[in-house]
């Protein structure tokens, strides 16, 4: 079922513009797949979906191709236009960003370091990253500052 659905949507989003999970949910519901919010979410981050420009200063979901050197330089320049500091706060780490940066910047986190972190939640100017142990968070916040040439 899981694969099923994760091919569906890749399938919606390649041939439709679709900005958000809710959005995703209900393309999902109108081809007989009855998901939570919580489900669309896991499985965006499973299939490294990341959002995208789309016609009219919007975003959409698009499929990362993980391969492309191109597409980490661009989310290494993501962060470092809009991260001002990353603090560890035991298996966390909380990345300052410029007012209205957040989202964009834990979404090149997420396709940059995904496979380091169990999870984001990004506000305004604010990222927390939740890390699978302190160990892991101090690790991330070294490799992060050193790409980015920030501070301690």
Known sequence: MKNKRQEKIIEIIESQAVETQEALQEKLRECGFDVTQATV????KE????????????????????????QAAKF???MKETVLSVQTAQNMLV??????????AAAALDNLFG???I??????????????????????????????????
């Open 41 to 44: 979410s896991r499985d965006i």
């Open 47 to 70: 299939l490294r979906l990341t959002k995208v420009a789309a016609k009219g200063n919007r975003y959409k979901y698009a499929v990362l191709d993980s391969d492309d050197p191109k």
């Open 76 to 78: 290494i320049f993501i």
């Open 95 to 104: 990345i300052k960003t410029f007012s209205g940066m957040a989202q964009a």
């Open 115 to 117: 496979n380091e972190v």
């Open 119 to 152: 999870g984001t939640i990004a506000g305004d100017d604010t990222i927390f990253a939740v890390t699978a142990s302190n160990a892991d968070a101090e690790a991330l916040q070294d490799k992060i500052t050193a790409e980015l040439n920030l501070s301690k």
